[in-house]
């Protein structure tokens, strides 16, 4: 034992630094020892007694069990008379309100049953028990709670469904649909979508029982700090999304609610998964009731304008997550419908096809027309102004809809696609090889894209298609993808595919491809590779939007108040007869998110507009449960549907009493299943990291955007733009792209591993974007925890210190992950060449970014740092609060500590921060926070600040 | 040894032994020995398996290395006490010349008087709405800073704290899943507690929507027992786990994780509790008859920590105090006997 020796240089090299202690003490107990005089010297009396010790037998308990653990019994035995009940211990409760007032006393004024801890959900049938442990979410629809099994020895999420009837039916839709997706489709489970295990009815209320996931994209994401997964990570998840996608497609369902809080991480197995959940607005193809579906940033411009969807709806949602993923930010934030499509528009650099214009509900809302309605079946959409609708500007706008449309930061400002992608910034540390590679793949994936967030439905891939792309594929991108020829798929109904754009390819809607290698391409696109849907103009689509009975005010959409709690939309269905539906009245709501760091989605209740509707033959809504959805087909009424007669959907007798989608808004998607727990960045070292990434830390918030280099990324944006005729093919600008950032990156690439973060401090490489290469010096891209490293380098500056933390120890299954880097002092060298600066300065709005460095930098000025704690708290919505709270502002006694921590005390005792010891078993135990691991289990982010005590007085 | 006999008379110099005529479980040193005399005050509660217990006052001089027991001051008690504390801080309004106040838990909250020549019993503290059942207090902790607080632990699953000069609850919380074992204060309104449910939480009663749990027991659900939060170092507390031989150390700043395991008793652990003096000492006692004393180092070694000093009792050890008055005595409880012993 070494004793006091306060500045011990040894002792991060060896060991197990408990930080405790010397020097901290030394204002303390200065030297204070026991001396040996009723104590003796320690001596390991060794092996022997141990022996002896493993014959000792335990007679009777120790007097501190019989005063703890056992006490009601000693208690017992003193006094016979003694009761204690646990049934009258206070409860806790998990639903809010707690006041039992509908129901017999078990639901509350919104119709939830009111849920405590150790709460017990039981299907009668299988007589299987489900012990509530703690609510992972609640919604429009319910409550998703996380429960005990102790049957199987395992936690599952049981959503609890409102006890009203129409959130039952929807409930019974989601059972069904995903029943048939599990059973019928995915018996092996290998499609990426959760699993069902069973559901039944308590207390009047349908709970269904899902497995466990962890936690979701959007929270992945936050926890980046709102910077992009690396590209393999990306073709990871896109990959097994669209295996996802592919089944729902074969299953003829819709998602219609695709969005990055729907897919959660999966890390019960490994490699890590995700899966997609939430069914609860899935509806079947040839039943697409809602025209307001699908969450705004998300929608696709089908269901914006009015217009008859598909699943196709569902790959425009895919594209808009796979570029969330890679850019840390939504690729359409659109703050309303209006700001929405501005931002397609603008960045697709094309508009929606005239056939859905011509047909789309909405159209008037958003654009006018310049030309002959009748215009040529075959009229393309292009901005060369050949197409008859403009869209309408913002004054346009206000002047229609007699108010201003909301419009949101913008993040990636006055670019396209392909220059947001181009220029979006690149991890550190990125060596030159790799640059190149990644480079390439990111051609790939604005290919991808192209192919995903396609104006045109006809035109959009499927998942078939999407699947082959290289960037899924991992092939090696040589050219612009052409899809092989979707498998037509003849279900139900099947209607004769014209092709509305011969002549358009994906790229040239996207005004993209004016030198196509391959000539014969855009015959491709137009005649073979998509299942064309005929889509005959004026059809029953265009006059189902149009004809009030779905939506008189066009403003208020007419949504069928997904995300609206207490809407006061009631579906009553008759399990019985196919009395269909009557709304008897429904808020339509939409939902709030102006900004893409403050995604709390707000709901926003829009006057009701009531409606009668009186279907006709109730179809869809009345599947039994676990029945295939095939069962159900009316196919007289539905094939209609489809054929497009429009006299189908007339205000009088809309065709399909259908329900799905509709009351189980979810507006707390976000916490879906499980928002906390063993994913492993929670509480671990690393998380931590994500929090008070260097980078965040390091930017100075009136970072200015550099003109020089710009200028380059600027001049050929526009051509991009005009890229129809420009004579700049996709493969000059692939290579001039290449070029570029390769010099660019020259320099850094010489910094190579050790220098990494370092330009970050650097006022002057300041980036209004999130860089990726910010925080993971070592970006690996084997898993995604590594996006969030960059541990050590927050501690560096965090406390100034260098320690190297965990800097030899591999993480078990994440491959290299060297801290060392990180951890070094920032010693800025390469941002500041000239060239580097260059992509960092891409044109954009820098505030929305500062807007989110501030709101980190804010955090991080903080005095008390419980770094671990931060981290598991990021993913927890009381986390920040509470650790915050506990932190700061504390008057006498724990300033101590708030000194301590942030100033990085020399060793021992006073040295605040994650130590080695504990990094290193962290490192050890950071797979992803799976539950086998001891260690990582234990750090519950939930655990760590949560709900779990209540006030009683 | 070389000289068996010099060092047998040190021993008894260093060690002061009180035999009781029953088990002793808690026990407690009064705050501050009174100027006029070095003598501090030791409250002794008894473990009878029957409704009546006892409380003994001791009188203990530390010049002599003396212990009287003062009979007039002894008092019933119903139900062994769980925990015995004198009020932390002398001067308090409530506490009196020559007089100290004292608390006691078992099936609720007590206030005793302890005066020269005998003891009042001033206030019954009792939260329960039925006169019936009894939740009994595991524990409770008297806030230095704050000397009219006093927080209890119970089996009911909460925490309530009390604001014992006006006689009422300021506020109960329902802390943990399961039983509540232990309760230790922070500073004036932040709190730490253990429970069955195998986990550390702090409370912050400016925040009473949330806490932060810092550790939880490896194996789900197993109880932590005893809490000790180092007053001379807030980022640090130790836990001990029930049927464990280990001492867990726990940095608030780093969750979950401990810092330190003290492994080397050879039984489980009852008693802990961290030098006064010094934030970097810690003692343990468990049912290997051992007490030992530890010294956080710098840096563990690869074997773990060994203690550095430790003293072998006649049985197992089932109390720990260590006197914040007098920091060079730790009182230890065995059996039917009460040792203090100097270090």
Sequence with gaps: MDGVSPDNEAEQSQGRDLGVASSSSASTGLGWRPSQLGFTPYIWSGETSDNSQTLRVVVRKSLLARLTKEIVETYQICNPQFKYSEELNPKRYLTSPSVGVLNDGYDNVNSDLILTVNYVLVNLERNRRYLVKDVLGHGTFGQVAKCWVSDTNSYVAVKIIKNQPAYYQQALVEVSILNTLNKKYDPEDKHHIVRIYDYFVYQRHLCICFELLDTNLYELIKLNHFRGLSLSIVQLFSKQILHGLALLKEAGIIHCDLKPENILLCTSVKPAEVKIIDFGSACMEDRTVYSYIQSRYYRSPEVLLGYQYTTAIDMWSFGCIVAELFLGLPLFPGASEFDLLRRMIEILGGQPPDYVLRDAKNTNKFFKCIGSIQNGENSEISTNGRSSYQALTEDEYEARELKKPSIGKEYFNHMNLEAIVINYPYRKNLPKEDILKENQIRLALIDFLRGLVEFDPAKRWSPFQASRHPFVTGEPFTHPYEPPLETPRVPVVQAVKVDHHPGGGHWFAAGLSPNVPNKSRPSLYSSLHFQMVQYPPANSYGSVGSHGSYNDSVGLGSSYGSYGESNNMFAYYSPVGPSGIHLLGHGSTSMLGNSPDARRRVIQYQPGNGRGISPSAGTFTHLPLGASPSQFTPPSSYTQVSASSPGHYGPTSPARGTSHGSPLGKTSTVSQFNRRKNWGCSGSPQTQDITFSPHWQGQCPDSSIHGEGTAQVLSSSPSYLQSNTDAASWKLRGVGANQKMTCLFMPSSNSNLQSTELGHDNPESCLSLPDPGDWDPNYSDELLLQEDSSDGSCLATEFGRSMNISSTEPFVGFGRFNHASSASPPISIQRQNGPVQAYSNVEMDSSPAHDVQAGYMRSMSKPFHLIPRMLQNSPNRFGLQSVQRFAHGRPTQFSDWNQIKAQAPPSGFGSGGPRSPRNSSFSNSMTWGRRVNPPVSNIPPASCARKDYARID | ?343
């Design chain 2, 1 to 343: 040894m070389d000289n068996s006999t010099q060092e047998s008379r040190l021993r008894s110099e260093h060690s002061v032994t009180y035999d009781s005529p029953h088990p002793i479980y808690a026990m407690a040193f009064s705050s501050t020995p009174s100027l006029a005399s070095p003598l501090q005050r030791i409250a002794v509660g008894s473990f009878i398996e029957d409704y009546n217990n006892r409380v003994d006052i001791i009188s203990f001089n530390a010049d002599s290395s003396s212990v009287r027991h003062q009979p007039s001051l002894s008092f019933d008690h119903p139900y062994p006490p769980t925990k015995l504390m004198f009020q932390p801080n002398a001067h308090s309004s409530l506490r009196k010349s020559s007089s100290d106040l004292l608390a006691t838990s078992g099936d609720y909250l007590r206030l005793w008087e302890v005066r020269e020549n005998s003891v009042d019993a001033i206030s019954l503290l009792n939260n329960s709405k039925t006169s019936e059942f009894c939740a009994p207090l595991t524990s409770f902790d008297w806030n230095d800073i704050e000397p009219k607080r006093i927080g209890t632990s119970s089996i009911d699953t909460t925490c309530t704290i009390w604001d014992i000069e006006k006689g009422v609850v300021e506020t109960q919380l329902i802390a943990h899943d399961k039983e509540v074992y232990d309760i230790a204060w922070g500073e004036a309104r932040v709190f730490a507690s253990v429970s069955a449910d195998g986990s550390v939480r702090i409370f912050d009663l400016r925040d009473k929507e949330h806490s932060t749990i810092i550790y939880e027991s490896p194996q789900p659900d197993t109880p932590l027992l005893r809490l000790a939060w180092n007053k001379q170092d807030l980022r640090y507390m130790a836990t001990i786990l029930m049927d464990s031989n280990k001492i867990v150390i726990l940095d608030i700043r780093s969750p979950t994780m401990p810092v330190a395991e003290l492994e080397r008793h050879r039984a489980c652990v009852n008693a802990i509790a961290w030098a006064p003096q010094s934030s970097r000492h810690i003692c343990s006692a468990g049912d290997d008859s051992q007490a030992l004393i530890w010294e956080l180092p710098t840096v563990a070694g690869p074997n773990g920590i060994d203690p550095i000093s430790m003293y072998s009792a006649g049985s197992e050890i089932n109390q720990l105090q260590w006197s914040a008055a007098q920091p060079d005595w730790i009182a230890i409880a065995f059996a039917n006997k009460m040792q203090l012993l100097k270090v």
